[in-house]
C-alpha cells in the first residue's frame, strides 16, 4: 500500500466519523422536546424541564461548533504538512530520538491546547455559568492547565520515553516491555490515584462521625464490607454537579463523595448510592475493567508492533524521515475503528454493571431511595431524560434513567 493510499484512507476515516458523531447527535437533538415518560414526570417541574431544554440545545449547537474546529485543524495539519513542520521543528534542537519524540509531542499537545483554550474557557465562564453550574474561578482554571501540562509533561513524557527506549534497544518485541510497564502504570495509578493525583487538583478530608458515617458504616457491615477510607471531596470548587466513585483495592480502597453529593441528597440516599457503588468491587466489576483494558493495551501494542517500522506510516502524514513518534501518529489514527468497537463492547458491559450495582443496592438496602437519588442527581445536572436509542447504544456507558428506574422497580 503507498502512503498516499495510506493518507487518504485516514482522511476518510477523520470525515466518516465525524459524520457518524453528528448524525446520532442529530438524531438525539430530536427528542430533546419528547414528553416524559410517566415514571419521570417528578424530575423537573415545567420551569425546570425548560431550562434543561435550553442547556442540551446550547451544548448541542456548541458542541458542533467545537467538533468541526477540531475536524478542521486536523484536515489543515494533514494536508500542509504540519507534522512535517512540527517534526523539522523539534529535529533542531537534537538528533536524540527520544528527545525529538517528546519536543514533537510537546509541541502538538501544548500547540492544541492554546487553539481549544477559547471554547474551554466559554464552555465553562458563559454556558455552564449562565445555567447556574460553574464555580470555577479564573484562578483555578489557569491553574488547572499548568496542572495538567506537568502532569502530561512528566508522565506521558516518561512512559512515551521508555517506550521509545523499548523500541530501540529490542526492535519489534518492544511492545512486551511497554505492555508491562503500561499494565504497571496501570494498576498503580487505579492504587493510588486518589490519593496521589486527586490532591493536586481537590482538597479531600475523611468524613467527619455523624450520623452519615454511621449508617454507611452499619450498611458496611450488613454486606461484610470493610470499609475504612470514607472521603469527601471539594467538587464544589469547579462545579455544583454531583458525583461519588469508588477507587483502590485492598488496604488502598476508598469511596470519594462529592461534597455537592452530600449537599444534594439526604442520608438514606447517599448510602443507596454508595451501595451502588459497593457492588462494583464486590462484583468484581472493577478488576474486570482493569483486566479489559490491560489485555487491549496488549492486543493494540502487538498490532502496533507490526506496522511501526514500516516508512509508510511517516510517509502518509508527509514525513520524509521515518520516525517511531510520527508512525504512532498515524498509526493512531488509522487503529480508531477498532479502538470504537472495542469502546462499544466495554460499554455493553458497563451498562450491564450498572443494572446489577442497582439490583445489588436494592437488595442489600434499599431500592426507592437510589431512585429518588438518580432523579435528583439527573435533575441537577440538568441531564437529557429522553435520549435516541442508536445515540445511547454508541455513546452510553451507564443505562438511560428511565431505563435504570424501570429495573430497579422490578
Known amino acids: 500500500m503507498t502512503a498516499n493510499t495510506l493518507f487518504y484512507i485516514i482522511i476518510a476515516i477523520i470525515n466518516i466519523n465525524f459524520l457518524v458523531d453528528k448524525i446520532l447527535d442529530a438524531l438525539n437533538a430530536k427528542h430533546f422536546n419528547d414528553a416524559l415518560p410517566s415514571d419521570l414526570q ?3 417541574d415545567d420551569a425546570e424541564y425548560q431550562n434543561s431544554q ?8 456548541f458542541g458542533i461548533l467545537t467538533s468541526t474546529f477540531s475536524v478542521v485543524l486536523t484536515l489543515a495539519f494533514l494536508f500542509f504538512d504540519g507534522f512535517e513542520f512540527v517534526d523539522n521543528l523539534a529535529r533542531n534542537y537534537s538528533e536524540n530520538p527520544i528527545i525529538i519524540a517528546l519536543i514533537f509531542f510537546g509541541i502538538i499537545m501544548i500547540g492544541s491546547d492554546i487553539l481549544t483554550t477559547p471554547f474551554s474557557y466559554y464552555s465553562t465562564f458563559i454556558i455552564e455559568e449562565k445555567f447556574g453550574f460553574n464555580k470555577t474561578t479564573k484562578k483555578t482554571f489557569v491553574l488547572d492547565k499548568l496542572k495538567g501540562w506537568l502532569m502530561s509533561a512528566i508522565l506521558g513524557g516518561g512512559i512515551l520515553a521508555l517506550i521509545i527506549w523499548f523500541y530501540q534497544i529490542t526492535g519489534s518485541y518492544f ?3 511497554a505492555w508491562g ?3 504497571l502504570f496501570t494498576v498503580f495509578m487505579n492504587m493510588f490515584y486518589s490519593k496521589l493525583i486527586v490532591p493536586l487538583f481537590n482538597k479531600q478530608t475523611p468524613l467527619e462521625a455523624g450520623e452519615l458515617r ?3 458504616s452499619a450498611y458496611a457491615k450488613t454486606v461484610g464490607f470493610k470499609l475504612d477510607k470514607i472521603f469527601v471531596i471539594d467538587g464544589s470548587k469547579r462545579s455544583t454537579k454531583a458525583n461519588a466513585y469508588f477507587s483502590g483495592f485492598g488496604s488502598e480502597k476508598r469511596v470519594t463523595l462529592y461534597d ?4 444534594d441528597l439526604n442520608d438514606d440516599e447517599i448510602v443507596a448510592v454508595l451501595a451502588h457503588e459497593v457492588s462494583h468491587y464486590k462484583k468484581k466489576h472493577i478488576i474486570f475493567n482493569l483486566v479489559a483494558s490491560v489485555l487491549l493495551t496488549g492486543l493494540t501494542l502487538f498490532i502496533l508492533s507490526l506496522f511501526i517500522s514500516n516508512p509508510v506510516l511517516s510517509n502518509a502524514l508527509g514525513v520524509e524521515k521515518h520516525s517511531f ?5 498515524a498509526f493512531g489514527m488509522l487503529y480508531a475503528p477498532i479502538s470504537e468497537i472495542t469502546g462499544l ?12 450495582a442497582d439490583d445489588y443496592a436494592k437488595n442489600t438496602y434499599k431500592g426507592e431511595p437510589l431512585i429518588t437519588s438518580l432523579k435528583k442527581l439527573n435533575k441537577n445536572s440538568l441531564s437529557n431524560l429522553t435520549p435516541h436509542p442508536a445515540y445511547v447504544f454508541m455513546h452510553y456507558s451507564h443505562p438511560t434513567l428511565l431505563q435504570r428506574i424501570q429495573n430497579l422497580k422490578k
Do not use: C, G, P
Open 175 to 177: 511492545w512486551l516491555y
Open 42 to 44: 417528578d424530575v423537573y
Open 260 to 263: 455537592t453529593l452530600i449537599n
Open 214 to 216: 454511621d449508617k454507611i
Open 181 to 183: 510497564l503500561v499494565t
Open 345 to 356: 463492547i466495554m460499554n455493553v458491559f458497563s451498562r450491564k454493571f450498572e443494572y446489577q
Open 54 to 61: 435550553n442547556y442540551k440545545a446550547t451544548k448541542y449547537k
Open 325 to 329: 513518534h510520527i508512525a504512532l501518529i
